[in-house]
Structures are given as C-alpha cells and as structure tokens.
C-alpha cells in the first residue's frame, strides 16, 4: 500500500533522483528542492511505498498576488512504472486539501504545451486551460499553457 506524507530534507536525494527520472530538460536541482523543502510557503508531499522508496511527489507554494493567495503546483511526477493507478490523483487532492487549508482560492500551473497526458490528467480533475500562453517558459525553448482551477 502506498501512504502519503510530507517530505523532509531526508528525502532531498529520493526527490532529485525522481526529478531527473520524470523530466529530461526542467528537472528541478538539488538547491531549488533544497530551499523548496525549507520554505514554509511550499508544499512537498512524497508518495511512498512500504518499503520506503519514494515513487512520487508533488510541489506547490502559496503566492501574494494583490490581496488574494494563489496556489501554484510546481512539480507532479509519479515513476513511469506506478503511473495509472491513481497515485498523481491522490497527491493532487492532498495538495488541493492543503491549499483550501492555507486560504487559496485559486490554483494555477504551467505545463507543457506538447504535454497532452498531462493536460488531460489535469482537465479530470477540474483545471481549466487558460488564455494564457507563455513563450519559451520552458529552459529548451518550449511554450507553457496555463491551467487554473477555484477552490471552494
Ligand atoms: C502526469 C502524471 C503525474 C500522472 O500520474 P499517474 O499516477 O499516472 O496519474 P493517475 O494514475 O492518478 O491518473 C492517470 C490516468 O490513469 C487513470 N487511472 C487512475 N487509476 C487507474 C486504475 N486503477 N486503473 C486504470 N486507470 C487508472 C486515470 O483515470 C487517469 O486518466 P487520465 O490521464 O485520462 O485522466 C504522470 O504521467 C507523470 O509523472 N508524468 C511525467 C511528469 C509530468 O508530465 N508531470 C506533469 C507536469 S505538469
């Protein structure tokens, strides 16, 4: 069974070694999941199996924008070899918890524009695709889609 939980600075080397495993060109570094773990404002929640190997997590962090606070889901990756039984779904609602706990009314992510799994995955669960597009968001030139979702 896999459980669910907060990641530690214990977990840094698990949660770099998933990065590369999930993204070739924008796989977050050492010092960025460093400080994203050690931010009060983020959001890490790892999903581990009972043997202790971590096989999936997800990161977001609560930003100021005018009065309002906005959730912005930075990082979703599962192993290839545990995708489709549900794990981003599950890390996603725990996320989306903690953010409706810290008062978000909003979430929003970027994701690739020739990342058709990933934007079906989202539109499951309730994101809309924004106007927005962002030109050469991504470090090899790609352009981002902007998906939104309220919260209650
Ligand atoms: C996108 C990603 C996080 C999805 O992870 P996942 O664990 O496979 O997601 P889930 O299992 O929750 O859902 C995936 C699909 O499997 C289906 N599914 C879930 N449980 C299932 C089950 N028990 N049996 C069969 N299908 C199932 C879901 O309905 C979903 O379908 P959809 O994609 O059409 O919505 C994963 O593909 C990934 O890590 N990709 C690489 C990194 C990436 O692109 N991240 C997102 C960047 S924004």
């Known amino acids: 069974?896999?459980?669910?939980?907060?990641?530690?600075?214990?977990?840094?080397?698990?949660?770099?070694?998933?990065?590369?495993?999930?993204?070739?060109?924008?796989?977050?570094?050492?010092?960025?999941?460093?400080?994203?773990?050690?931010?009060?404002?983020?959001?890490?929640?790892?999903?581990?199996?009972?043997?202790?190997?971590?096989?999936?997590?997800?990161?977001?962090?609560?930003?100021?924008?005018?009065?309002?606070s906005v959730g912005r889901i930075f990082s979703?990756?599962?192993?290839?070899?545990?995708?489709?039984k549900g794990f981003a779904t599950k890390l996603v609602r725990l996320i989306e918890e903690e953010f409706v706990l810290r008062g978000v009314k909003r979430i929003k992510l970027e994701v690739y524009v020739n990342n058709i799994t990933a934007?079906?995955?989202?539109?499951?669960?309730?994101?809309s695709m924004s106007t927005i597009v962002l030109p050469g968001f991504y470090s090899d030139g790609t352009d981002a889609l902007v998906m939104i979702k309220g919260l209650p």
């Open 1 to 68: 069974m896999v459980t669910y939980g907060w990641a530690s600075l214990l977990d840094l080397p698990s949660l770099e070694q998933i990065e590369k495993d999930c993204f070739t060109t924008e796989a977050f570094h050492r010092r960025l999941i460093k400080n994203l773990l050690m931010n009060p404002k983020s959001i890490v929640i790892k999903a581990t199996l009972p043997t202790g190997k971590i096989i999936g997590n997800i990161i977001g962090v609560t930003q100021r924008v005018g009065d309002e």
């Open 76 to 84: 979703l990756c599962v192993l290839a070899e545990h995708q489709k």
């Open 119 to 127: 934007q079906q995955f989202y539109k499951r669960l309730c994101y």
